[in-house]
């Protein structure tokens, strides 16, 4: 890394810094309120990570720029709601897990064998095919109603700190499971990743295809393992987002919020996922409230964008991602 | 002997008769017939539902998928982000035609496309740094940014209160363009012009060196294309005919819009265009269009000939699940698309009846 592109980094981030602080200066926000914003933007920029972290597994182990990620998100979550309208809730769960895992196969054999050795970007259009074709598939099998996706998440807020700030601080608590889960997940993917031997294996496959290929790692298989567990992690991903919103259409274009994520955190990196996720959902969250007045309003929509497109200039590879990015 | 598709005979004396748009005979009076169809008898038979809902919509879209062609199959640079080029095309056309009255139509749209232009250079500048998916990611905050813009700076809808603008009535050169078959013959000549347009940058120097840019961007370094001229001036021409065909979309098809009417659903029906048409094909973002307007009306109208009823919504859900399918398809069997299907037949006929 050059010298100016660590400066420019590093300005970059203390710009945001001074952003992220600046209400609480100049303005007459209240410390309380600005927390909550803060909350707010953390919480929803780790149900961006979740989406974010399903497209970093699969590009990491088949170098596919998996588009249709949000799609898996609305179909694993549209399935699971609607299933557990004639099951119990863990009999739906292991259901749409093994329709998950199916659909992995299917795309692996359908989609990924006949392309294989293809350009990147023939493979970023074919996911654009897939996932038109689940949006289209997930809806005319289940329906394209708004479902209420109930597994029991604690709906009310809660007041916490009544006496260090003035009204209080209010937290979803919604949000803090969903943290949670989230945090879980991670988790359980880094146990996955480094301490079984699949896991060796996929991240042997992520390394270097070949070599891994000529010690006999079979990339095909490996290839539905890493599709099954991004079908796992959209699952997760749509259970939560289901929950705070219902499961409906738009679950799969809020997932394009994703793409700005691991721009800025990286492409080859589940915690660039993490970290890129939570610098997304705040900065979207603190320009809505403190910037968007100025502007009109609804600058959530290409805040993220704009921010990752000015962060690709001087740093394409991301935060975390490796550098293996051809620049021209 | 035209009859049969054969080039016998026809020999090619000066370089002008070798290099002309057709340089075979049988394709030549194809063309031609085709337009004198297409100017002549089309306007005399055709129904105004098959105006507006057809051939309008069809030739419109085509020449914004022509626009497309030429930045992601001849230049290789995909864009996430033409819905929002139509739309600067649209919004600038509406501005130019309320503010400025009394200018031209053709030069509404022309100056629309200039508009587009330079937003799109604007955007393009990333890919001089970055490729593939990273300017697909790009091209869409063009996208979401601009959906913003329109919906929400005041200035740009002329202060409406809703944000939904009409365009004003159409009339070039003192004729009121009123009827379908008025609109269509404006439209068929402007798609026209800029179809010829196209089909000669693409095969001239310029379009040569998208070409090379496209195929290996270091090569093409190498033998003396400079990137950044070849990479603009695809995002310049490209995004001028989608900024035209934006204008022309929302003054003649649409009358009054919305922004959602650009969003970024228009920007994947159009790479789908391009994707199932050709890459790289003029001929191709004609045939794509026509498939991807023809396909919903052909998905209406056949469960109920087949006396299966299906609800609307059921109809757009297969139609998302066709498309979608035949993007894998056509990347996978064909990534030449439709026009290389065209192209096959035309091989074949050449020798028909005979097998080789």
């Known amino acids: 890394m050059s010298a100016t592109q660590r400066n420019l980094t590093t300005a970059f981030f203390a710009i945001l810094m001074v952003g992220a602080v600046s209400p609480m200066v100049v303005g007459d926000a209240k410390f309380g309120q600005w927390l909550e914003v803060v909350l707010g933007g953390l919480m929803s920029g780790v149900l961006y990570s979740l989406v974010a972290i399903g497209l970093v597994l699969i590009f990491k182990a088949s170098g596919v720029f998996n588009f249709a990620q949000g799609a898996m998100v609305l179909f694993a979550a549209l399935t699971l709601v609607r299933l557990m309208e004639k099951l119990p809730f863990i009999a739906a769960l292991v259901l749409t897990l093994a329709i998950m895992v199916a659909l992995a196969w299917f795309i692996e054999r359908l989609v990924l064998r006949p392309l294989v050795n293809q350009e990147g970007i023939v493979l970023f259009m074919a996911t654009l095919g897939v996932a038109n074709f689940l949006d289209g598939f997930g809806q005319a099998v289940w329906g394209s109603d708004i479902y209420t996706l109930d597994i029991g998440m604690p709906k009310e807020p809660k007041i916490l700190f009544e006496g260090t700030f003035e009204g209080g601080l209010l937290v979803n608590m919604e949000d803090a499971m969903a943290a949670l889960i989230a945090g879980l997940l991670v988790a359980a993917l880094w146990v996955f990743f480094q301490k079984t031997a699949t896991g060796r294996a996929l991240r042997a496959v992520a390394d270097d295809h070949q070599a891994a290929q000529s010690i006999g790692i079979p990339l095909n298989r490996i290839w539905v393992i890493v599709w099954s567990v991004a079908g796992l992690v959209a699952l997760v991903a749509g259970v939560i987002w289901g929950s705070k919103l219902g499961v409906q259409f738009s679950l799969s274009q809020i997932a394009l919020k994703a793409l700005p994520v691991v721009i800025l955190g990286g492409f080859t990196s589940i915690p660039g996922a993490v970290i890129g996720g939570l610098i997304i959902g705040l900065g979207e969250k603190i320009s809505e409230v403190y910037l968007g007045p100025m502007l009109g309003g609804g600058i959530e929509n290409w805040f993220a964008y704009v921010l990752a497109l000015i962060f690709l200039l001087f740093r394409p590879e991301g935060l975390f991602g490796e550098v293996r990015i051809d620049r021209v | 002997m035209t009859v049969i598709y054969r080039e016998t005979g026809q020999f090619k004396t000066t370089y002008a008769s070798d290099q002309q748009l057709f340089p075979i005979l049988q394709d030549r009076v194809f ?213 035209v065909a934006g204008a022309l979309w929302a003054f003649i098809r649409l009358g009054s819009w919305e922004p959602l009417a650009f969003d970024v659903n228009r920007s994947f029906q159009l790479l789908f265009m391009v994707i199932i048409g050709g890459l790289g094909s003029i001929l191709g973002s004609f045939l794509g269009a026509a498939f991807i307007v023809i396909l919903p009306l052909a998905l209406n109208q056949l469960p109920t000939a087949l006396g299966i009823p299906l609800s609307t919504a059921m109809i757009s859900h297969i139609e998302f699940m066709v498309f979608g399918a035949l993007i894998v398809f056509f990347l996978i069997v064909e990534p030449h698309g439709l026009a290389r299907l065209w192209a096959i037949g035309k091989e074949k006929l050449r020798l028909w009846p005979f097998p080789h």
């Open chain 2, 31 to 243: 063309v031609i017939g085709f337009l004198v169809f297409a100017f002549g008898v089309l306007p005399f038979i055709g129904t105004e539902y098959l105006f507006l809902a057809i051939i309008i919509p069809f030739l419109i879209l085509s020449l914004a998928a022509i626009g497309l062609n030429i930045l992601v199959g001849y230049c290789g640079q995909v864009s996430l982000g033409t819905g929002a080029f139509m739309s600067i095309g649209a919004y600038s056309a509406y501005n130019l035609a309320v503010r400025v009255p009394d200018l031209n139509l053709l030069v509404v749209f022309i100056l629309a496309g200039v508009f587009a232009t330079i937003v799109g250079v604007l955007f393009g500048i990333p890919s001089l740094r970055i490729k593939g998916f990273y300017l697909a990611v790009a091209t869409l905050a063009a996208q979401f940014f601009v959906d913003w813009l329109f919906a929400r700076v005041k200035w740009f809808t002329n202060d409406s209160s809703s944000g939904n603008v009409s365009a004003p009535p159409l009339a070039i050169f003192g004729y009121a363009i009123q009827t379908p078959v008025q609109q269509y013959l404006l439209v068929l000549a402007i798609v026209c012009v800029f179809a010829l347009i196209a089909r000669n940058l693409t095969r001239g120097a310029i379009g040569r060196s998208w070409m090379a840019t496209r195929d290996m961007d270091v090569a093409a370094e190498v033998i003396g294309i400079r990137p950044l001229h070849a990479k603009l001036s695809a995002f310049a021409v490209s995004s001028f005919f989608i900024g």
